[in-house]
């Protein structure tokens, strides 16, 4: 297997882009990748998309964003794994680099979420839990996570008050990231009492605790580490340490603990056995932060922190930018938005950036491995991958 | 919401209105909905059985923003029920009020409707639990 860089990475500022089509935005980060690679040509194309057929519509991806990218007749697929979809099209792209396949491979991931209604959108989102033995019995994306919430407290046996503390540490640390994050959808501090007091979704979860309903793309362009040092010395290299995926049930019933995140765990031991590091290894994380609770449950299936103490770890502040292992300094999904299939390569936007020095205001002082966490569903499936500056 | 499709409504009636199950033949688990292939065992020799209706609740939510179908329900409990055997279901808690849903309380399966679907407003039925 050939050792893969990240040479280049693009995406814009998120939210609610009316004036948009899919195809513009994917194009728009599309060539900001490429110019920030300096590259010309791709040889293939994955893209994430969770489910362009429901929001816009519109499925064959593959062929339509190869095509307005002016890149036809390159192979090109999309690729899906609901909410965890970008962090599969990077592990695609991954591959055919390393398998020597392709030389040089655009992955991105878009999502079009806003052209269509709030009650359309919540169904759409909600095809990544079990349509026949949850959905149809009233579950929700908030729900399902709020079940894994109470699951969580009830384990652990946190007295509420002090689990609702940690929960809106969480959000209140993500905002104040993605204020200085220009791409971000919002904009905003969040203090905790406004977490705590926004309005009830799903017991405990409440709006402040849940990420949005976004538009946005994001891509980044991979090619051998070899290529990259010979013809792209632009920016110096980001390595593809090593790349992690796993599944888990899709309801969440059937997990054997519904208070841990099983899939995280084996995506990340996986990567952390490739890249010959553990957990301590790693300087920072992008992780899914769909819910709070997400956020806590993924930093201990990462290693990061002690079963249980993730919470306690966020309120010390050892998640934030200036702690001892910063989490999303991006915003994260919170903040930064959700654009679902695009959420995974914007992951690896962030960490190209932190590893280049080039996160402006929220540049971390020690940035030279970074990990990122993909989710899809209410944890059924996970893709971790691992960056090295070198 | 895209309304549910004939068919699929019809082959689930067995699960939906019966509890119908498998129970394995190689560990004795009971799988709900029934499976063609044991997980990390790859056993595939199942019995049909029914389940076993009285369980505890492992965890519960409120919903408090329903989905597409389910707005005139107001705020609902939705939980995960274990059932004899290991079977886990998600269902609405119903005939509770919403302050007394606790972990750990024992349920009974019941058949109820589920919602009205589309225009028509057809009927569309399933399983819930109430306390025990």
């Not at chain 2, 606790?102 to 639990?129: A, L, T």
Request: aromatic share 8%; net charge neutral.
């Amino acid at each position: 297997m050939r050792d893969v860089a990240v040479i280049g990475v693009g995406m814009n500022k998120w939210g609610e882009l009316w004036e948009k089509s899919l195809r513009d935005i994917f194009v728009e980060a599309a060539l900001l990748a490429m110019d920030d690679a300096s590259v010309d040509h791709i040889d293939s194309l994955y893209v994430g998309s969770m489910t362009p057929g429901l929001f816009i519509g519109q499925e064959h991806l593959g062929s339509l964003l190869a095509d307005y990218l002016g890149q036809c007749p390159i192979p090109a697929a999309r690729v899906e794994s609901a909410c965890a979809s970008g962090g599969l099209a990077v592990r695609m792209g991954w591959m055919d680099v390393a398998l020597g396949v392709s030389d040089i491979v655009l992955v991105g991931g878009v999502e079009k979420m806003l052209d269509v209604d709030g009650g359309a959108a919540t169904y759409a989102l909600a095809t990544a839990a079990d349509q026949e033995w949850e959905c149809y019995n009233g579950a929700t994306f908030p729900g399902l996570y709020a079940m894994i919430a109470n699951a969580y407290q009830a384990k652990h046996n946190i007295p509420f008050d002090k689990f609702r503390k940690q929960l809106a540490q969480v959000a209140v640390k993500n905002h104040a990231n993605g204020l200085l994050n220009p791409n971000a959808q919002f904009q905003s501090k969040v203090t905790p009492e406004q977490v705590m007091t926004s309005t009830m979704v799903a017991d405990p979860l409440r709006l402040l605790d849940c990420s949005p309903i976004t538009d946005g793309a994001a891509a980044a362009i991979l090619c051998p580490l070899e290529m990259a040092r010979a013809k792209f010395k632009k920016h110096s290299p980001v390595v593809i340490a090593a790349s992690g995926a796993a599944t888990d049930t899709l309801s969440l019933a059937h997990r054997e603990d519904i208070a841990y995140l099983k899939a995280t765990e084996v995506a990340a031991q996986h990567a952390y056995k490739m890249a010959n590091m553990k957990p301590a290894d790693i300087d920072f994380a992008e992780v899914h932060d769909c819910f709070t609770i997400a956020e806590i449950c993924v930093i201990e299936a990462l290693g990061f922190f002690e079963v249980g103490k993730g919470g306690d770890a966020t309120l010390e502040g050892a998640t934030a930018l200036d702690g001892a292992k910063p989490i999303n300094s991006s915003g994260g999904l919170k903040s930064k938005g959700h654009p679902v299939g695009a959420t995974g390569v914007a992951q690896v936007v962030e960490v190209a950036h932190q590893l280049r020095g080039e996160a402006g205001k929220r540049q971390l002082q020690k940035a030279r491995i970074g990990l990122t966490q993909n989710m899809g569903g209410s944890g059924g499936s996970t893709v971790v991958h691992i960056f090295k500056a070198v | 919401m895209m309304s549910s499709i004939t068919a699929r409504y019809w082959r689930e009636i067995p699960q939906r209105y019966r509890g119908e199950a498998s129970k394995s033949k190689k560990t004795g688990k009971t799988y709900f909905p029934p499976r063609l292939v044991e997980p990390k065992n790859g056993n595939r020799q199942f019995e049909p059985v029914k389940l076993d209706y009285e369980g505890n609740l492992i965890t519960y939510t409120v919903i408090r923003v329903a989905p597409a179908g389910f707005e005139d329900q107001g705020a609902y409990a939705l939980g995960i029920v274990e059932l004899p055997g290991g079977a886990r279901i998600t269902a609405q808690i119903a005939d509770c009020p919403l302050s007394d849903v606790k972990i750990g309380m024992k349920v009974r399966v019941v058949f109820r409707k589920i919602r009205d679907e589309g225009h028509e407003g057809i009927h569309c039925y399933g399983y819930k639990v109430v306390p025990a």
